[in-house]
């Protein structure tokens, strides 16, 4: 893996390390049965930042074997223009052999995704940027391509206004962007934890994109358990299964024997890895052929 992918914080243009990881194992289990993959797969990365998150995707996709007859299409979504600026810089950057991109495509737009409207609103006029479905209707129009995303990919904010101001790290609160750490006060409801307002969105919109898998970072366990139960309740015609909690370091294998178990609080979900909660996993319908 190249160093770039896994050293220093989000804000800047390489992942954290635990995001890299969390994505690395969820490529590796995707790729692990190549012979289940779709000639084209379509991967939808809100959030997206940097780009460092759709960017790790592909190499790590790339790197496996058995995966040549799969091209791979990503699309990043970010609010912050900077973010998309920086993400399109990332592309550039990948000139090397390893990052060649003729046969995938890797694409970011800018678009809110908190906004449910269709056209343009108060919320396009105050954030300048259209909407989600808006967006991605306008990048896909040229191949007429339908807004289909089987694997649905975000790290969205998820850091309270009050945890940001007691419990961030100065370093953090210095150099990365509040915007892509805390919810902004106007997607505030009285359903969920401030801090969780982005996640029921994202299930709409997994909904919407008829995602077959997803992957969600968090910040702790007990926000993980509050994203597991919203996934593991969420209504829709074909609910999720195999929701998982994943840890700083969800491998396949453990001979610790924690590599996969119960979570002794929310039933139906289980606990894969060592370390800290960072992720929530799921899947469904033909997402059980490439993750089951």
């Known amino acids: 893996m190249h160093l770039r992918f896994a050293i220093l914080v989000r804000g800047t243009d390489v992942c954290r390390w635990e995001t890299a990881l969390s994505v690395t194992h969820l490529v590796q289990r995707l790729t692990s049965r190549p012979q289940t993959l779709p000639s084209k797969l379509r991967?939808?990365?809100?959030?997206?930042?940097?780009?460092?998150?759709?960017?790790?995707?592909?190499?790590?996709?790339?790197?496996?074997?058995?995966?040549?007859?799969?091209?791979?299409?990503?699309?990043?979504?970010?609010?912050?223009q900077a973010a998309i600026d920086l993400a399109n810089r990332?592309?550039?950057?990948?000139?090397?052999?390893?990052?060649?991109?003729?046969?995938?495509?890797?694409?970011?737009?800018?678009?809110?995704?908190?906004?449910?409207?269709?056209?343009?609103?108060?919320?396009?006029?105050?954030?300048?940027?259209?909407?989600?479905?808006?967006?991605?209707?306008?990048?896909?129009?040229?191949?007429?391509?339908?807004?289909e995303y089987p694997i649905l990919i975000s790290n969205p904010p998820y850091v309270s206004a009050e945890?940001?101001?007691?419990?961030?790290?100065?370093?953090?609160?210095?150099?990365?962007?509040?915007?892509?750490?805390?919810?902004?006060?106007?997607?505030?409801?009285?359903?969920?934890?401030?801090?969780?307002?982005?996640?029921?969105?994202?299930?709409?919109?997994?909904?919407?994109?008829?995602?077959?898998?997803?992957?969600?970072?968090?910040g702790d366990i007990k926000q993980a358990r509050r994203v597991a139960k919203l996934v593991r309740d969420k209504i829709t015609m074909t609910p999720w299964k195999g929701i998982e909690i994943w840890n700083d370091q969800p491998t396949l294998n453990d001979d610790s024997g924690h590599s996969l178990a119960p979570d002794p609080i929310i039933t139906r979900v289980n606990v894969r890895g060592n370390g800290k909660a960072r992720s929530v996993f799921a899947y469904r319908d033909v997402g059980e052929k490439w993750f089951g």
């Not at 460092?52 to 979504?77: A, K, N």
């Not at 950057?93 to 609103?121: C, V, W, Y």
């Not at 396009?124 to 129009?141: M, R």
């Open 163 to 218: 945890d940001f101001m007691r419990k961030t790290e100065f370093s953090v609160r210095r150099f990365e962007p509040k915007l892509a750490l805390v919810p902004s006060p106007s997607y505030a409801t009285t359903s969920v934890d401030n801090a969780d307002v982005f996640y029921p969105r994202l299930l709409t919109i997994a909904d919407r994109v008829n995602a077959k898998a997803i992957m969600f970072e968090v």
């Open 90 to 147: 990332n592309i550039r950057r990948q000139g090397s052999p390893t990052i060649k991109l003729d046969a995938d495509s890797i694409n970011f737009i800018r678009a809110n995704i908190m906004d449910e409207h269709p056209q343009s609103t108060a919320m396009e006029i105050s954030t300048g940027a259209p909407d989600l479905f808006t967006a991605l209707k306008s990048d896909h129009a040229a191949e007429n391509a339908n807004l």
């Open 43 to 80: 991967v939808l990365d809100l959030c997206t930042g940097t780009g460092c998150t759709s960017l790790l995707f592909r190499h790590v996709f790339r790197q496996q074997g058995g995966t040549e007859m799969t091209r791979l299409s990503i699309t990043g979504i970010d609010l912050s």
